[in-house]
């Protein structure tokens, strides 16, 4: 087959691209490792977890998805990688497996991003909408066929057209020019079809949390105010580093000549794709991304946070005894379970989650009311421990109207023997000597 000009051998390149491909590639180096580093880490901690966990309990859904987004990332930041070829070459060779390489991960590592994000947006609003999680079988299942639709797409312009197929296009190597349908139906229909359906999803997600929250005038939900911001970073970002290629493509398609500088300057953005979803799952999901243990099933709204502390957002009360460790466990468990009333199901998870026991006799118990736990006055906890003589004062003040404070007077052993005699009184009622 004999190709068009805008499809051979360039070289030299042209000062637009010598300069253009620079911020490409470099871009493309940063979105490789940190999609490959991010990549690995989860790659490691998903070896650990299932060694400690055993095969009977399954990985969290929603880091599974991010997982094989950063895969589709790392073979589309390695496509752009590769102009660093054609840098050090001062050319674009046709017929090279460079080239040929270039064309199929561009051409998998775009719709493969495109894909994942619309399967995460899937995934998000079956959580958070219908409250439903597919079975673990069906899940493998989806992504299965999600990765095999992605290489049967990269693959069957190839198998048809043979090496003709990945060549020069424009400012790197892609689809023949000549091939134009081949580019729409194989390529750019199904990256239109993901980006709208992405943003359709999440505004729908958006929409339905403003809803629910006016309906129920319930401000007692504050993480649905906390994740509905961050609904908009998942279509934005995404939309604003793939739709300007996409558009040029299509207006190429539509006969139009396009420069190569706006090629250098959309193939930028769409470089920039890695690294943004690196940090945009890292920061607003950290507490899947980086968890000490396997997470659980939990995909709703409670694992939405900016920078780990979207959901840490409200109220957060201490409470510290030090002492008898069975005695003070105790206090801090009361608080926890009256605060817990007031704060919702995903409010008093988040507060169980971080009492911890100590060796050292201390007990700590942090209650994420998350604006819920409505504290109008103080809460206080003071020990005053002698050798022979405990005595404990807890005041704990949960609402303004009740302000009812509870007092705890306990008696070393010293004064068992007494208290024993005067089993018919209270201390409250005994003047202590």
């Not at 060694?51 to 790392?74: E, H, M, R, T, V």
């Amino acid at each position: 087959m004999t190709l068009d000009l805008a499809s051979q051998t360039l070289s030299p390149l042209p000062e637009v691209l010598s300069h253009g491909l620079v911020a490409v590639s470099t871009f493309g180096l940063l979105s490789f490792f940190c999609s490959a580093s991010l990549f690995f880490f989860l790659t490691w901690r998903l070896i650990t977890w299932r060694l400690k966990s055993g095969p009977n309990n399954p990985p969290n859904q929603f880091l599974l998805l991010i997982y094989n987004l950063l895969l589709a990332d790392i073979q589309q930041a390695l496509a752009f990688l590769l102009n660093l070829s054609a840098l050090r070459n001062n050319g674009i060779f046709v017929g090279t497996p460079t080239c040929f390489a270039q064309g199929w991960f561009v051409s998998t590592g775009d719709l493969a991003s495109g894909v994942f994000i619309c399967a995460i947006a899937c995934h998000t609003w079956m959580g958070v909408v219908k409250e439903y999680r597919l079975p673990t079988p069906a899940f493998y299942c989806c992504i299965g066929t999600l990765w095999f639709f992605v290489y049967i797409m990269a693959a069957v312009g190839p198998i048809i057209h043979g090496r003709d197929f990945y060549v020069r296009a424009s400012a790197w190597c892609w689809i023949n020019d000549a091939f134009q349908i081949e580019r729409l139906w194989l390529h750019y229909f199904w990256i239109f079809c993901s980006m709208f359906s992405t943003i359709l999803i999440y505004l729908y997600i958006f929409a339905f949390l403003r809803k629910k929250a006016v309906s129920s005038n319930d401000r007692s939900s504050p993480h649905h105010y906390g994740a509905t911001p961050l609904m908009v970073l998942y279509p934005l970002i995404y939309t604003v580093c793939t739709a300007p290629l996409a558009a040029g493509r299509i207006y190429a398609l539509a006969g139009h000549d396009v420069s190569l500088g706006y090629f250098c300057a959309a193939g930028t953005m769409i470089a920039c794709n890695g690294w943004l979803d690196v940090i945009l799952y890292a920061s607003t999901r950290a507490d899947i991304v980086f968890s000490e243990h396997p997470p659980g099933d939990d995909t709703g709204l409670e694992t939405f946070a900016f920078m780990g502390k979207g959901h840490r957002l409200g109220t957060t009360t201490t409470i510290v005894a030090a002492g008898s460790s069975s005695r003070n466990h105790s206090v801090s468990r009361a608080a926890s379970r009256s605060a817990s009333r007031a704060a919702p199901r995903g409010a008093s998870r988040l507060g169980r989650r971080s009492g911890r026991g100590s060796n050292n006799g201390e007990s700590a118990e942090n209650l994420y009311g998350l604006g819920e736990i409505a504290i109008k006055n103080k809460v206080t906890v003071s020990v005053d421990a002698q050798e022979h003589n405990l005595v404990r004062h807890d005041r704990i003040s949960m609402d303004e109207s009740a302000n009812r404070s509870r007092t705890f007077d306990e008696r070393s052993h010293k004064s068992r023997g007494s208290r024993s005699s005067r089993s018919g009184k209270s201390f409250d009622d005994t003047e202590i000597p």
